[in-house]
């Protein structure tokens, strides 16, 4: 069970008043909040360590670069990879997919084909965009019921020999889904087709497997987890690594230069030039080892719960129209008012302290499929409260009433 007034006296952010109302944080799909534990881990680090990594072999270099490697190890448990050479330290999720779709080149040709879905964000469309552009393949979509969940007839209808290379996301931002990517991994390696996952809304919600799942990619954001912006993970199954070429050239993943010839490091090392965010990829193990102490199945149990409740007490508004009722979801509801511009929601409850995210939410053909300019989007975390819902419940009623 979970502790809500013991989680939320971790999170400083939640006691701050916001246009004089006590803050009410609902987007937490765009970013989460940080814990006190993430925030002193940062501190401590630059206070403490800070040096460059894997490059001194003085006292402080060494500390730094055993924090970096421990960080490593702690997210290679995470999610169960076989291998600490196989989760890489990225800038985040656009930077993981950008490393796969980019190093794909080598593998896709003309005729080929490229594989995402109805609900991917522009992350996870337009890299692969660029490789079909790169070279001549084609990019094929698989499509989603009224519901929001993608239609695994005409997914299977879609794969084929020419398939390269299947992304999809495991959980949609815009619409909650959780995408049943264990069979979409199986039937996809059944033709060859490799397969990235978009982790990036799982993170914050669940503990993946990798091996389990069998897929070839597995990217994450730490900002959405409760860890820094500009860190993440991506994990590549150690065949794929050592067949994908280098995504960046410079310093640390090299083993040998001349003018003549450069040979590459080992993994990780050969995809991560340059010096990294440090601070980042030690506390995004800090943030990981904050969420596996509250324990994802208790995370889980109380996000449905907020879920549930937040579509029941929502229900209740007159002229609500929600987008993306999948029967799995994660804690995300997206809806609109009968007659009312979703922005114009936002832009009146924010007033009241409550933060939502209205727009397109980087999936502008999500919006396209449902003939919508966009929705409002409430997002849960485990430190969200049902008295929070209800307050947005009064907010959307009394902004209702304002432009109507
Ligand atoms: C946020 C998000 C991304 C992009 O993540 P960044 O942290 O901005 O790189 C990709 N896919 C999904 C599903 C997301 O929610």
């Given amino acids: 069970m979970l502790d809500i007034q013991k989680v939320r006296a971790d999170f400083p952010i939640l006691d701050q008043k916001v246009n004089g109302k006590p803050l009410v944080y609902f987007d937490n799909a765009a970013t989460s909040q940080k814990p006190q534990q993430v925030i002193d881990a940062i501190s401590k680090y630059y206070s403490e360590i800070n040096a460059n990594i894997h490059r001194g072999v003085h006292t402080l270099s060494q500390l730094a670069t055993d924090a970096y490697e421990a960080s490593r190890k702690t997210l290679q448990n995470h999610i169960n990879a076989r291998h600490a050479h196989e989760v890489l330290f990225t800038a985040g999720t656009t930077h993981g997919i950008n490393l796969v779709a980019n190093g794909f080149s080598q593998f896709v040709k003309e005729g080929d084909e490229v594989m995402v879905s109805a609900m991917e964000h522009h992350s996870n469309i337009v890299p692969w965009q660029m490789l079909c552009e790169r070279t001549g393949a084609r990019l094929t979509v698989i499509p ?238 485990f430190y969200n409260t049902k008295e929070e819902i209800d307050a947005l419940a009064e907010a959307v009623k009394k902004a209702q009433r304002m432009l109507s």
């Avoid at 987890?225 to 993970?233: L, Q």
């Avoid at 199945?297 to 449905?304: K, P, R, T």
């Avoid at 609500?320 to 979801?329: C, D, L, S, Y």
């Fill in 144 to 381: 989603m019921n009224d519901r929001g969940e993608l239609i695994m007839e005409e997914f299977e209808k879609l794969l084929s020999e020419r398939t390269k290379i299947v992304a999809v996301n495991h959980i949609s931002n815009s619409l909650g889904t959780i995408n049943p990517i264990k069979h979409i991994i199986d039937k996809a390696h059944s033709v060859g087709a490799a397969v990235l996952i978009d982790g990036a809304q799982a993170a914050p919600h669940l503990k993946p497997d990798v091996q389990a799942l069998d897929c070839d990619f597995y990217a994450i954001s730490g900002h959405k987890a409760c860890g820094p912006t500009g860190t993440g993970i991506l994990y590549g199954k150690e065949e794929w690594l050592n067949k994908l070429p280098p995504y960046q050239g410079g310093g640390e993943m090299i083993k040998e230069v001349t003018f003549a010839k450069t040979t590459y490091a080992d993994l990780p090392h050969k995809f991560e030039a340059g010096t990294p965010n440090i601070a980042g990829g030690i506390v995004l193990g800090t943030a990981i080892d904050y969420l596996n102490a509250i324990g994802f199945e208790n995370i889980a149990a109380y996000e449905q719960e907020l879920l549930e409740y937040g579509v029941q007490k929502l229900s209740e508004i007159e002229g609500i129209e929600f987008v993306g009722t999948a029967a799995k979801k994660a804690p995300v509801i997206s809806f609109n008012i009968k007659g009312i511009h979703p922005y114009d929601i936002g832009a009146i409850v924010d007033k009241m302290g409550i933060a939502v995210r209205t727009g397109n939410h980087c999936t502008q053909p999500v919006m396209d499929r449902f003939e919508i300019p966009g929705t409002v989007r409430a997002s849960f975390a």
